[in-house]
């Protein structure tokens, strides 16, 4: 049986690689060729002999789900309905901006977590991506987007789409390292941003390992609050994501953590919550993404007015705090944050 190549990591394919008397050097030029220059197909691998391109195509596939659906938004931001081997179904979405792209990748099938706001959430969960699945949803967004070899690359990848992306670390750390191969051939570190609600055992475990940006979903400054709209907060409380972040900032001084606070009218987007935010984040190499509530049918929340979005914003810039307000992309086609939901049957009937 023929083995995925997005599967493995750099070390992995060397192992396999071995096994099969090919020389160790041909892991990083599989890989360059992969995830640099997106070839899908080792007859276009040119520094690869005719004789050993057979061999590898032997051994190996290299995996691209099928595209079963794209829908535009207005504002140029573009989901997509991925169809994996099983005949389930993933999101991930594209969304440009004036100065660089961003792609949206989900890690698992559905989530088990469980937040109030979140759709995905609402669906539960199915299981978890393999490292190809995940790293293959970057790879067919640019095949469909002709972004290989032009001056229009990708800038930015973030692990945000459908699932928890700690559940699944091993995966995403290996889709990771790979994205980023070395420096030279790969995406830059600063351009991955792997995102959590706050899983504090396995950030800590991971944290030395994790060499990308750290997004938190924290939405409350305060324990009462995260519990109602983030359940998971009752296992994991904010205390313990803290010191996790803590881990985390002691190996990586220079990444500043992204902290992400969704604003819900009237539940957490008051001055009080504000302040103590502040007080929260204080001694944290932190920046605050304030997030707008993006509706979706059987959710009660409604988003915050633009008068409290501004006003919180203030407050914790005057605190010495970066907070951004960033825009709603993508909701016209439910592709915004908290939005996705591919609609696997299982998940319906769950
Ligand atoms: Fe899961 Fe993220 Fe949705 Fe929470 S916000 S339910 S962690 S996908």
């Known amino acids: 049986m023929k083995r995925g190549i997005l599967n493995h990591s750099k070390e992995e394919l060397e192992k396999i690689l071995a096994e099969y008397g090919i020389e160790k050097f041909r892991a990083k030029q599989l890989l360059v060729w992969i995830y640099r220059f997106g070839k899908a197909c080792f007859s276009e691998m040119t520094n690869i002999g005719k004789e050993l391109q057979k061999q590898l195509g032997e051994v190996f596939y290299i995996y691209r789900p099928k595209i079963i659906q794209t829908v535009k ?10 169809g994996l081997s099983d005949g389930c179904t993933i999101e991930c979405v594209f969304i440009p901006e004036e100065k660089r792209n961003t792609i949206c990748v989900s890690s ?12 995905t959430g609402y669906h539960g969960f199915i299981r978890n991506l393999s490292t190809e699945e995940i790293i293959s949803q970057l790879l067919v967004i640019k095949d469909y987007l002709n972004l290989w070899n032009t001056e229009d690359r990708l800038s930015n990848v973030v692990f945000m789409g459908m699932g928890e992306p700690l559940f699944n670390h091993e995966n995403i750390l290996k ?18 941003t792997v995102s959590t609600s706050g899983i504090s055992p396995i950030l800590k475990e991971i944290a030395k390992d994790l060499p990308c940006r750290l997004a938190i979903s924290l939405h409350a400054p305060n324990d009462i609050l995260r519990n109602r709209i983030m359940p998971i907060n009752k296992i994991y409380n904010i205390a313990s994501i803290l010191d996790a972040c803590l881990v985390y900032s002691s190996y990586h001084e220079y990444l500043k953590i992204t ?14 919550c504000a302040h103590e935010l502040l007080i929260l984040l204080k001694g944290i190499n932190a920046k605050v993404n304030l997030l707008q509530f993006n509706s979706w049918d059987g959710c009660d929340f409604v988003p915050s007015t633009k008068r409290n979005v501004i006003q919180f914003a203030k407050i914790l810039k005057d605190g010495g705090i970066e907070a951004p307000i960033r825009n709603r992309r993508g909701e016209d086609i439910m592709a915004a944050c908290g939005q996705l939901a591919s609609r696997n049957s299982e998940i319906e009937g769950s």
Do not use: P
């Not at 902290?259 to 009080?272: A, T, W």
């Open 73 to 82: 938004s207005t504002d140029g931001t573009i989901k997509f309905l991925l």
């Open 108 to 119: 698992q099938i559905g989530c088990s977590v469980g937040c109030k706001f979140c759709n």
């Open 175 to 192: 889709a990771v390292y790979n994205l980023i191969l070395d420096e030279k051939d790969g995406i830059s570190r600063r351009k991955i």
């Open 259 to 272: 902290f992400e606070y969704l604003l819900l009218g009237g539940i957490n987007d008051s001055k009080e």
